[in-house]
């Protein structure tokens, strides 16, 4: 019997009561794009994540750049972030005319390396070509970034800090989200996510007003919001006077709702990630595989269980014959790909090109029962490659 990678249907079991009367709601009362399930989920994620403002948006690219837009980020700017991460992060600079520069990753936790990242910046600032305005760093795999360090930089240099949290909503370094540190987290909704939709959607969340409001702004097609109206009398509905360019990137209210169920049992499914994680390191203590090391003080949601193995494909392979799907996150960072070769990567990216070579994702979900886990461990460890 193949093994599920991701288990979306066991979720689904779990909820499909809640979730079917809440799509039911929807379509009773019709109001299918910004409907008031969009208003109570963007409340309940505010406050699950301790930010002040949720803004709910059409996908997690879009919430990257909607921030980038507000702060008026574009041409002969520069925003630094990691390759070795999905195109999201990096294609964001190009769709707003900036330039992505690529920094390297610590070998431990795949995450922005604090040390790579100010030597970027400083050689950017020296060349003086490009104008340093920000840092994307993400929480890949599921953990968090360096913030602490991350921050000081870029409260050093005077940039804005993102925190990508696309695969990592939730997670948390010393009890506090990365929204402590960050001026905006951004996630993403896509169904793979441990907080997925049955669509695509995203979100951006940040403690600024001013920033919220001109986010909310626009995602609508730059829609009027009250800091343009100022209390004026309007002869029509503000979504028709445009006061900037925008984009049209709403989030579904079905999704919305779907999303509101779906958060009400999160956290009790990051507890049960945290076991199967726990499940993993044991089986595969001793092993050839290298099991994944999180930041002191960090804690992980856990949104993939990525190993390392000298030979990740002959890995891959022996699982496959034995019905284990495996992923391999990410086999090409984004600085070796024809696209974004062309954009700036001051003192190369060894580590990023190294881990590239020998990382491999299991299934992971908080619904993967201890016998088909023992089946995974079991493969992994029979592998004499």
Sequence with gaps: MTIAFIDLAAQQRRIKPQIDAAIARVLAHGAYVMGPEVRTFEEQLAAFSG????????????????????????????????????????????????????????????????????????????????????????????????????????????????????????????????????????????????????????????????????????????????????????????????????LNSRLDTLQAAILIEKLAVFADELDRRDVVAGRYADGLGGTATRTPIVLEGGRSIWAQYTIEHKNRDGLAAHLKTLGVPTAAYYPMPMHRQDCYSIYPQPGGLPVSEAKAEVVLSLPMHPYLEPDVQDRIIEGVRSFNG
């Design 51 to 246: 930010a002040k403002h949720a803004v709910a948006c059409a996908n997690g690219t879009d919430a990257l750049i909607l921030p980038l837009m507000a702060w008026g980020v574009g041409p002969g700017d520069a925003v630094f972030c990691p390759s070795f991460t999905f195109a999201a992060t990096g294609e964001v600079m190009p769709l707003v005319g900036a330039t992505p520069v690529f920094v390297d990753i610590r070998p431990d936790t795949y995450n922005l390396d604090p040390a790579k990242l100010e030597a970027a910046i400083l050689a950017i600032k020296a060349e003086g070509k490009l104008v340093a305005r920000a840092i994307i760093a993400v929480d890949l795999f599921g953990q968090p970034a360096d913030y602490p360090a991350i921050a000081s930089i870029a409260k050093k240099h005077d940039l804005k800090l993102i925190a990508d949290s696309a695969q990592g909503f939730g997670c948390t370094l010393d009890g506090r989200h990365p929204g402590a540190w960050a001026d905006v987290t951004t996630t993403s909704f896509f169904p793979a996510k441990p907080l997925g939709c049955y669509g695509d959607g995203g979100a951006v969340l940040t403690d600024d007003a001013w920033l919220a409001e001109r986010i909310d702004s626009l995602r609508v097609h730059g829609k009027a919001v009250a800091s343009d109206i100022n209390g004026a009398a309007l002869a029509h509905d503000p979504k028709y006077l445009n006061m900037r360019v925008g």
